[in-house]
């Protein structure tokens, strides 16, 4: 089949499934695009495998065209005025093939949570949901849908490699990128976004997961050095890179800013190759941030593979410390390698992308369809929700919801349909044109009454509220790139708005979109408390379906809600002072400027990530990990471990009048003797259950993640001793317990 109906503008009843065929069947009649007499090269055989076609290949080059490999061409697109030359697509990144031996170009786009910048070429690209939203749905299948809307569209606007895969683990709640990232629990991260890598690569894109590693905050990322201990960096940061590196595969992991215990981490030996490379067996290309090279030598000896974006320590430099032996030419011939190889093996090669345009129907339905697994019901007093055709009169207030929901920034900014031609500004909050005040409308029908006041006017707000039957108040924390929130507070006074419109209004319910944890003093006053998250370009109705009951609530929090500040490892986020201010990206350091060098002590906490942290402090948190509410409600029963803990199962019911998904987590305390006295997750299931029925579960656990990781041995350990395993519906609530006894390995 050469032409997909399902990407025509104007076909969006097309499933995922007929999609994904069109794509398979696509590519299986394409032969290798290269030109002329490329195509007859020995690399060219297809049924070789993707090292030996790439050992062909680079014996073959010259050293100057390895070099051209390793490193891009410049800031292109992102820098007025830089080179943009002739092949290079428009994305963050450009690195030129070599049509001789048969190589396409390597055009890479930023596209964490959608591809950046289309706007500037009259492009199209779907909004999706945050990332943290995705993982809410606890769904490994959202997660792949997630990433296979990034992979089809990548391919659709003819690039091969996507930027994307932000799997930091969300240690510091404060962190501007948490909205790319997934969760605090290294399980729960590595899963989901396995998946949603493994999506991106299932369209034959080059994927790529970052950023390696421990780059979990914005204030001072260029030159900050997070320390942590072996033990817990394995346990946590490295544990949830390792199952999405083991899961997907991916041509590239991005290495971070950051220094990691001393070393830049994009010249860290224990990271890139001990770990990395060495332990885990990581077959793709190490790429630095944007700028986040720092040497030629170490760098190269050290691991990694492609500077980005420009060639200051991979080009001239690298050539000459090649010639003159302090890097091995064999090194060099090993980062071109796994460049080529991830090519061959990602089929770039084979079946390069073939531009069409854009479906966005199609786009916003799989958004709308994540964004309403993704929203997680935090209080619902009363029954407040969902709204019923009872209720005649409502004042939507706040958070621009009569115009769309609000995204994420930085390099992680879609730009939004009808949006400026030039694209979205750095630096500026996007709405996107998906109105909740247009879909609760439509909900609410003719003869129901649903004002809208902005809520910039407090007791305007007010008096609009004491008017309504229910009083919702949309609440936004923007978030993005190169920026931290000073605290978990709301900004612009909104906890003001919010206290004030539940005076007027005690039926109020607070709808959140936010691109993390917020604190909300106001939690006990109101009846409903709603996360959305960043919505996405299907969100205004998700958000309606969801207030409305069409569709049942079922996302649960894949981070912990502190009430304050004061309860966290780090009551202040560390280097965030007066003088980097609210943007903390110490854009000086990046101009060559003095550097800010400070330390984030992470062994304050060590392993201690989130729910743990409170649980071994003995903190209640405003809302904990795991938790989320329903329409409906469950019951769980009926516990079974086998006798080596591989899997658990057991029953779960639905005890409600209405069918609903419910999100099974099985948590693990190790034996005394770990020294680990806290709870971990270590596997989950979502489970639809219709009203009155119950399902049999049963949950796998992987044995790494019952294992500690032992310095002196280099390696993970099995403790003997006493498991506790617990099941249930969040962090807080475990009703099914058991322990089982286990041999050291
Ligand atoms: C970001 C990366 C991004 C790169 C290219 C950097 O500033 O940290 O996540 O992929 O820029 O735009």
């Not at 207030?547 to 009551?571: I, M, Q």
Request: proline fraction near 6%; charge should be negative; include cysteine.
């Amino acid at each position: 089949m050469k032409f997909c109906p399902a990407a025509r503008i104007g076909v969006a009843l097309f499933s995922c499934v007929l999609l994904s065929a069109c794509v398979t069947n696509q590519s299986v009649a394409q032969k290798p695009k290269v030109a002329g007499a490329a195509a007859n090269e020995p690399w060219m055989n297809i049924s070789l495998d993707p090292d030996a076609r790439a050992d062909m290949m680079v014996k073959e080059m010259t050293i100057d065209e390895k070099i051209q490999l390793v490193h891009g061409i410049g800031w292109g697109v992102l820098r007025p005025g830089a080179v943009v030359p002739a092949g290079d697509n428009g994305g963050a990144g450009f690195v030129p093939g070599i049509p001789r031996l048969g190589l396409p170009d390597i055009n890479l786009a930023d596209s964490a949570v959608g591809i950046r910048g289309a706007a500037r070429d009259s492009r199209y690209a779907t909004l999706l949901p945050s990332v943290i939203g995705m993982a809410s749905s606890w769904d490994p299948a959202m997660g792949h849908l997630y990433g296979s809307v990034i992979g089809r569209e990548l391919r659709d606007e003819g690039y091969n490699m996507s930027i994307g895969g932000g799997v930091d683990l969300i240690r510091e709640p404060r962190n501007g990128r948490n909205f790319e990232y997934a969760s605090e629990d290294p399980v729960l991260a590595g899963t989901m976004v396995g998946e949603l890598a493994m999506g991106v690569q299932s369209n034959q894109i080059m994927g790529d997961i970052k950023h390696y590693v421990l780059n979990d905050q914005e204030t001072g990322r260029n030159t900050l050095n997070a320390v942590l201990n072996r033990r817990a960096m394995q346990e946590t940061d490295l544990l949830a890179f390792q199952i999405a590196i083991g899961m997907a595969k991916p041509a590239g992991v991005m290495c971070s800013y950051n220094r990691v215990n001393g070393d830049f981490a994009c010249e860290n030996d224990y990271t890139l190759n001990e770990v990395l490379k060495k332990d885990w067996g990581f077959k793709g290309f190490v790429l630095s941030d944007w700028s986040g090279t720092h040497s030629t030598v170490k760098a190269a000896l050290a691991g990694l593979d492609m500077e980005q974006p420009g060639d200051e320590y991979f080009g001239a430099p690298l050539k000459a410390a090649v010639l003159a032996g302090k890097v091995p030419e064999t090194r060099l011939d090993d980062m071109v390698h796994r460049i080529v190889r991830s090519m061959f093996a990602n089929g770039v090669i084979d079946h390069p992308p073939v531009e069409r345009v854009v479906d966005p129907f199609q786009g916003r339905d799989d958004a709308k369809k994540i964004e309403e697994e993704s929203i997680v019901l935090l209080k619902n007093e009363g029954g407040v929700l969902p709204l019923t055709a009872g209720v005649k009169s409502i004042a939507v207030i706040g958070g621009h919801a009569n115009e769309g929901v609000m995204s994420g920034g930085g390099s992680a900014q879609v730009d939004a349909p009808g949006g400026l031609p030039g694209g979205s500004k750095w630096g500026e909050p996007v709405y996107f044109p998906s109105s909740p005040l247009r879909y609760l409308k439509e909900q609410a029908g003719s003869d129901a009454v649903v004002s809208f006041d902005a809520g910039t006017d407090v007791e305007q707000a007010a008096k609009a509220a004491a008017k309504a039957q229910v009083a919702i108040v949309f609440v936004t924390q923007w978030m993005s790139e190169g920026m931290d929130r000073p605290t978990l507070s709301l900004p612009n006074r909104q906890d003001e708005l919010v206290d004030a419109v539940v005076k007027a209004n005690p039926n109020t319910i607070v709808v959140l979109e936010t691109g993390g944890p917020v604190s909300m003093p106001w939690s006990a006053k109101v009846k409903g408390i709603v996360e959305t998250w960043f919505p996405g370009i299907g969100g205004g109705e998700a958000i309606a379906n969801v207030l409305y009951g069409r569709v049942n609530a079922s996302g649960k929090l894949p981070v912990t809600f502190a009430e304050k500040d004061s309860d966290l490892p780090h009551p202040h986020v560390s280097g965030l002072t007066e003088a980097t201010g609210n943007n903390g990206m110490d854009g000086a350091a990046r101009h060559g400027h003095e550097a800010k060098n400070f330390t984030v002590d992470y062994n304050v906490e060590g392993m201690l990530v989130g729910y743990k942290w409170f649980e071994v402090k003995d903190k209640t948190p405003l809302f904990p990990f795991g938790f989320g509410l329903s329409y409906t409600s469950f019951a769980y029963s009926g516990l079974k471990v086998t006798p080596d803990a591989s899997s658990v199962s057991f029953e779960v019911k639905n005890t409600g009048a209405r069918a609903g998904d419910e999100i099974a987590e099985v948590y693990v305390t190790l034996p005394k003797s770990s020294g680990e006295s806290f709870k971990k997750l270590v596997g989950f299931k979502r489970v639809p259950v219709p009203a009155g029925e119950s399902e049999m579960v049963t949950v796998p656990i992987d044995p790494l993640y019952l294992k500690v990781f032992s310095t002196e041995k280099n390696g993970w350990e099995m403790l003997g001793g006493e498991y506790k395993i617990e099941v249930g519906g969040s962090s807080a609530e475990l009703p099914l317990k058991e322990e089982v006894s286990l041999t050291a390995e």
